[in-house]
């Protein structure tokens, strides 16, 4: 091998290391982020999940009903923050029965949920629930009609525990479906003991 080919095959390697290089630069640098990742988070993004749930939940029912009764429950949503808030009352009691929205056992055992189902739209304004600082908004619904409680037995009855849409500007209200920001709130079950009849 000559000199000049020599040199020519280092050259080559170099100007080929180089590319690989570059390749290798190109392949780990990590994306430009795009415009929305860069833009400031929503409101309700900043706020993200360390802060206290906005509601708080209470629900009640009788220690005992005989069977054939009905059995009432008692649903409570209550506004603790300084400002006034709007969920959506869709799959709460606050709307009555019209999604199953609880889970409903008996002596450990699930009962299906037997009442209606509606099929939705976007909401209407009327949807929406106004909740003052400091105030609460009460339902009471027969949860008998849509489950069996007929026969004799300890039962549990709990909300699922997630409103569809929370508002915190009038403004916004009614959001359309696809704008919906989903907010967990803590209800505590409860448990009533249906007695033969």
Aim: glycine fraction near 8%; hydrophobic fraction near 35%.
């Amino acid at each position: 091998m000559n000199r000049r080919h020599a040199c020519w095959m280092a050259l080559s390697c170099l100007t080929l290391g180089a590319g690989a290089c570059a390749s290798r630069k190109e392949e780990t640098a990590p994306p430009a982020p795009s415009p929305q990742e860069t833009a400031a988070p929503t409101a309700p993004e900043a706020q993200g999940n360390t802060m206290a749930p906005p509601l708080t939940c209470e629900m009640s029912v009788p220690p005992r009903v005989k069977a054939g009764s009905p059995v009432e429950l008692r649903f409570k949503l209550s506004n603790p923050t300084s400002r006034t808030l709007y969920p959506l009352n869709w799959h709460t009691p606050l709307e009555g029965l019209r999604n199953n929205f609880l889970d409903v056992t008996r002596d450990g055992v699930e009962i299906p949920y037997q009442g209606p189902m509606m099929k939705r739209g976007d909401p209407s304004a009327e949807a929406y629930v106004a909740i003052a600082p400091g105030a609460s908004q009460e339902a009471q619904i027969e949860v008998s009609l849509a489950y069996d409680f007929t026969q004799p037995g300890k039962y549990r009855i709990a909300f699922r525990g997630t409103l569809m849409d929370l508002v915190t500007s009038p403004g916004d209200v009614p959001r359309k479906l696809g704008q919906f920001q989903p907010v967990e709130v803590r209800c505590p079950a409860v448990e009533t003991t249906i007695t033969p009849g």
